[in-house]
């Protein structure tokens, strides 16, 4: 990306510099495990890393979810994309959950809701306290994308939830600037046919829902599409308690 | 001094009602009487003070004074009990059956009018509005102090023949008043003397007097000449206030309840009476105080008006010689009008909680006819050749700032059609509030007030572009209902003009039915608004000084809810038929949801099918509002894992899909 062009020759790089001609001798004759290894280690160095504006890494409310991130969390002043495969699929609790780790301190939780089908009292089940909830209410898709980048970008805002639908690339770097800018953390739910559409969000998961036992607790299959600093596609399967949650996570 | 014999004359209410044989003793009016003043005095009935039909002689009142005292202490205290039980029956009927729309004190005393209060303003602002009414007709507006806060004095010295006269000019005013209670438009006005609003007036030499003769106005012991608009005003003529005075009970003088209970009990009843005794020991006995009323009302001493300040407006108005539609010469018009208001603002120490700005269009024709009416946007461009178009601002929390203010206001502008050119801009802070006191910044652009500030822009800001109704907060309400467990407040003032405020129900579906009952929904909305914008941002600061908190650990127990619930419930179309996937199911959904749980369903045209059910939870509600509810809800879990909230309706078992677990 564009930053990581600028930062290349920083000070960062001049020990892979010097690293290089011992590195060089060996390349060849490495089995090609060890050669993708270097590749991503330079590659996460070139993207300077997950957490690039240095915010506070919040985390995600799922243990499991956690132990995959590269900073243990999402980082603040960033947006975190949810691809949902389908409807009650579980994604918005999940996306519930980091919201109320990153609005701990107080801060409102602005939830951006055209169709207002929102429900308040579930969101206060999931931990988030009424008096720090700010809906709004948007008629149009230019008013909704107008609304979630004026949200992002306010200070005071802990986190930003919101279901746009389709945005174009221009209005997604707006709103990413306009997360880094604020340093909430934004929150898309969008659905899962915007998977190969390109975006600006720093981590972007895929949510399904996994049928679970008797137990009222929910199964998701997560899939990290993408993530800043780590390369790697992981698929981990978590379990979502009232509490505390377990979780298993597989790559 | 004053004889027996002197005294006795001095209470004949026969020889007073004559004003010719009046004694000549210290009673007389100092020399230099014809230079008194005029002053008029209304006394507003039933609205704050006493009742109004309190202020009534006893119907034998002439004899009572010159008469034995014992039958005339009798006739009193038969009067002050009767006046104590209409000080708390006649009042809330003599304010809202004559149409005395603004009320207050009595809604403290009668519990049913503490309903009404909500769509009445406080009487301090009537009665400021009534000053505003009154400087017409006299530059000095005022009330005589404290304890007397139902009636407004006017110094009408040497203004009334600008009227026509002192009674034309008291029946100009009343008319007024009275058309002013009845919130009629000019047109429907009634006869001034009708029974509208009990106002009753006097114009006498003295505050003290006026007050007086306006509060028994109506005692029947005045001279017919005296007597003008139907009864309701009393002219003293000049000179005359002490012979007025003499005949009106001591209750006129207003003195306080320990004194009159004294004076009861001596029988002293009346002016005259205590006229008559002895200065010295008048003070002695009584306190000065008592003597100073009496001074004054007689015009021995001076009593000041004080006056009512007219309440601060803070408004600025340009009118354009040459009518424009540029946009840019309008903006930088809007931006000198705020600084304009924004000075008068900071001077003041106040902020803008709602600002309007009226942009005054000629038609493209360029005709401009003055007409007052606020005509929507794109409504009715071809009717009138003038529009008043109106921008609204609603804000979180008090600003003074021009510039933000017209950040906020260019949000509006900017989808703003103007149907022709622009001849007139006045902008107008609407509602004020007190600016919280702040520590200025040295530097440009360092925000003071940290969060609560910001989060204050944002909300301005997003009110400012969608609108009131699309920024709300969020209010958990007792209700077993789920539709009605929870509330949406509107964050800031609603504006009253607003027409999309009329559309009320349609844009907060779930509004608590506390402000959708009634039509005046608006104005029940602005009291609860301002509380609840109170208590959100309490909420925040409050949160936002104790982070150590973790809201975590702060659990609000609530039963399962799905965080997507559908607007209405939509009935499914359930099939009974087992498929070869569920009908291994069947048994384990048997198990948990009764016998009549569908193994699959079909809704919005996609077939589920049930894995599993939690539940039931039953809720039976509603039957107090009209439409009892009886539901028993399941958690679904169908075969691919997506949860569904439904309920099966008790009455009829059709089952219907009313929430998704997101």
Not at chain 2, 61 to 73: T, V
Not at chain 2, 491 to 505: E, F, N, Q, Y
Not at chain 2, 576 to 588: T, Y
Request: charged content about 20%; proline content about 7%.
């Amino acid at each position: 990306m564009q930053p990581s062009a600028i930062k290349s020759p920083l000070p960062g790089n001049l020990p892979q510099a010097q690293n290089q001609p011992a590195r060089d001798p060996h390349l060849s004759p490495a089995p090609p495990n060890n050669v993708l290894e270097n590749l991503r280690q330079r590659l996460a160095r070139l993207e300077k890393l997950y957490n690039r504006t240095g915010n506070k890494i919040v985390s995600t409310g799922c243990a499991a979810l956690d132990r995959v991130l590269p900073g243990g969390g999402f980082p603040c002043g960033s947006l975190v994309e949810f691809l949902a495969s389908d409807d009650g699929s579980g994604t918005v609790e999940l996306a519930l959950r980091a919201a109320r780790q990153a609005c701990q301190d107080g801060k409102p939780l602005v939830v951006i809701d055209r169709p207002g089908q929102f429900y308040p009292p579930a969101a206060v089940c999931i931990g988030i306290q009424p008096r720090q909830l700010l809906v709004v209410q948007p008629h149009s898709q230019a008013d909704e994308h107008w609304a979630i980048d004026q949200a992002m970008r306010c200070p005071a805002v802990g986190a930003v939830l919101a279901w746009p639908g389709t945005i174009d690339q221009r209005t997604f770097r707006r709103l990413q600037l306009a997360a880094e800018h604020g340093g909430g953390l934004g929150l898309l739910i969008r659905p899962l046919s915007a998977r190969r559409e390109p975006s600006w969000a720093q981590v972007r998961l895929v949510v399904e829902p996994l049928p679970g036992g008797t137990s009222r607790k929910r199964r998701l299959r997560i899939e990290l599409l993408r993530c800043r600093g780590t390369a790697d596609k992981r698929t981990l399967e978590v379990k979502l308690g009232q509490e505390a949650e377990d979780g298993d996570w597989q790559t | 001094m004053a004889t027996g014999k002197h005294d006795q004359r001095a209470l004949s209410l026969h020889d007073a009602m004559g004003c010719e044989s009046l004694p000549h003793g210290w009673l007389q009016l100092p020399h230099g009487a014809e230079a008194m003043k005029r002053i008029l005095c209304l006394w507003i009935a039933g609205a704050c003070g006493l009742p109004a039909d309190s202020c009534v002689l006893p119907a034998d009142s002439s004899a009572a004074p010159a008469g034995d005292a014992h039958s005339a202490y009798a006739k009193q205290s038969a009067w002050d009990a009767r006046q104590q039980q209409s000080s708390l029956r006649s009042r809330p009927r003599s304010n809202f059956q004559h149409g005395l729309r603004f009320g207050v004190g009595c809604g403290d005393i009668v519990p049913g009018a503490a309903q009404q209060s909500a769509e009445r303003q406080s009487w301090p602002t009537t009665l400021h509005q009534l000053a505003q009414l009154c400087r017409q007709f006299s530059p000095t507006v005022g009330v005589i102090g404290a304890d007397a806060p139902d009636s407004l004095l006017l110094d009408v010295t040497g203004t009334a023949h600008l009227f026509g006269g002192e009674a034309a000019l008291a029946e100009q005013l009343a008319g007024q008043i009275i058309r002013y209670f009845a919130g009629d438009p000019p047109a429907t006005t009634k006869q001034p003397g009708s029974d509208a609003a009990e106002v009753y007036g006097a114009i006498a030499d003295t505050p003290g007097g006026a007050w007086a003769v306006a509060h028994w106005c109506r005692a029947g012991c005045w001279p017919a000449e005296w007597m003008c608009g139907s009864g309701r005003l009393v002219i003293v003529p000049p000179g005359r206030t002490p012979a007025a005075l003499r005949r009106l009970p001591i209750q006129a003088l207003r003195a306080e309840g320990e004194t009159m209970e004294m004076l009861n009990a001596l029988a002293i009843r009346w002016i005259g009476q205590l006229e008559a005794l002895p200065r010295g020991e008048l003070a002695a006995r009584f306190g000065q105080r008592l003597l100073d009323r009496l001074d004054q009302a007689l015009g021995r001493l001076a009593e000041p008006i004080l006056p009512l300040e007219s309440p601060p407006s803070f408004a600025a108005e340009l009118t354009l010689c040459y009518p424009t539609g540029n946009r840019e010469y309008l903006e930088a018009i809007l931006q000198q009008l705020l600084c304009q208001v924004s000075g008068q603002l900071r001077e003041a120490g106040s902020g803008a909680m709602q600002l309007r700005c009226e942009l005054r269009c000629g038609s493209r024709d360029g005709a401009v006819v003055q007409e007052n009416t606020a005509v929507s946007e794109n409504r009715s461009g071809n009717r009138s050749s003038t529009q008043t178009l109106r921008l609204e601002l609603g804000l979180f929390e008090p600003l003074c700032d021009a510039t933000q203010l017209f950040q906020l206001l260019s949000l509006q502008m900017e989808r703003l059609r103007l149907p022709g050119p622009v001849s007139s801009v006045h902008v107008e802070a609407t509602i004020t509030a007190r600016l919280p006191q702040q520590q200025p910044r040295l530097f440009v652009g360092e925000t003071a007030g940290g969060d609560r500030r910001q989060l204050a822009v944002l909300i301005n800001r997003l009110c400012s572009r969608l609108g009131w109704h699309c920024v709300l907060g969020v209010q958990l309400q007792p209700e077993a209902q789920p539709e009605l467990a929870f509330c949406y407040v509107p964050l800031i003032v609603p504006s009253l003009a607003d027409p999309k405020g009329t559309a009320l129900r349609e844009h907060l579906p779930r509004l608590s039915t506390r402000q959708q009952t009634g039509g005046r929904a608006s104005v029940l909305c602005e009291k609860s608004v301002l509380c609840e914008n109170m208590s959100f941002s309490e909420n925040i600061s409050h949160a936002a000084t104790n982070p150590g908190r973790k809201s975590g650990c702060v659990h609000i127990e609530m039963p399962v809810r799905p965080l997507r619930l559908l607007r209405q419930p939509v009935a499914v179309e359930s099939s009974f038929a087992p498929s070869r996937s569920s009908a291994a199911l069947c048994s384990e959904t048997q198990r948990t949801a009764e016998d009549s749980l569908p193994p699959q369903f079909r809704w919005q045209g996609r077939l589920y099918c049930v894995r599993y059910a939690w539940g039931p939870e039953r809720i039976e509600t509603g039957w107090w509002r009209g439409r009892p509810v009886g539901r028993a809800y399941y958690q679904i879990e169908t075969i691919t894992g997506c949860r569904l909230w439904m309920f099966r309706q008790l009455g009829d078992g059709r089952w219907f899909v009313h929430g998704l677990f997101d």
